[in-house]
Structures are given as structure tokens and as C-alpha cells.
């Protein structure tokens, strides 16, 4: 059984930042793809953005020059570093991994509050 677990999420001034991390445990050994989306109340699942296992990546564009995604491959882990926060990127944040098997996983969700 595969599961992401999520960490870093909290309540932060418009400006901050903050960090999301995101690991894998259990039986998946080659991730693909891995990704951040945020859901904010009321509206549909957005992705963020995205790191693919070589490095690529590719961020929407309301966070491109904000956000960082990075990812380490020996500890199934992809992070969010996210700065100059804004009260609209207050959302819940979750993780997505996929393997090489096409077969998708996604964390819990983690919540990021951005006060103004």
C-alpha cells in the first residue's frame, strides 16, 4: 500500500512563505511524475505545478517566479517552496505522485491560509 504524506502547510502573512514536502512510503519504486495541486472552497482542482523524472518542470501561471518544486528521488519526496504568498494562494495543497506503471497517487491534502 502506497501513501503520501504531506508536512509544512500552516498560516502565513501575505508576503511569507512557506515550504510543502511531500513523501512517498510503501510499495512504489519508480515515480514518473510528480505534482502539487491546490483546491480552494468552491472551485475545482488546479495543479500548480509539476516535476517530471528528469528534471522538467512546469508551473501554472498565476505562481510562475513565486513557487519552486524540486524533488528528491532517493527519498520519494517533492517539495513546494513557495514565497511573496498572496491571500489568494490560500487553498488546500495536495501532492500527486505517478509511477512509471501509470498508476496515480495522492496525499491528503495539507492547508495553506495566506492572511492579509
Known amino acids: 500500500q502506497v501513501q503520501l504524506v504531506e508536512s509544512g502547510g500552516g498560516l502565513v502573512q501575505a508576503g511569507g512563505s512557506l515550504r510543502l514536502s511531500c513523501a512517498a512510503s510503501g510499495s512504489i519504486f519508480s515515480i514518473n511524475v510528480m505534482s502539487w495541486y491546490r483546491q480552494a472552497p468552491g472551485k475545482q482542482r488546479e495543479l500548480v505545478a509539476t516535476i517530471t523524472s528528469r528534471g522538467s518542470t512546469n508551473y501554472a501561471d498565476s505562481v510562475k517566479g513565486r513557487f519552486t518544486i524540486s524533488r528528491d528521488n532517493a527519498k520519494k519526496a517533492v517539495h513546494l517552496q513557495m514565497n511573496s504568498l498572496k491571500p489568494e494562494d490560500t487553498s488546500v495543497y495536495y501532492c500527486?505522485?505517478?509511477?512509471?506503471?501509470?498508476?496515480?497517487?495522492w496525499g491528503q491534502g495539507t492547508q495553506v491560509t495566506v492572511s492579509s
Open positions: 500527486y505522485m505517478m509511477s512509471y506503471g501509470s498508476i496515480p497517487y
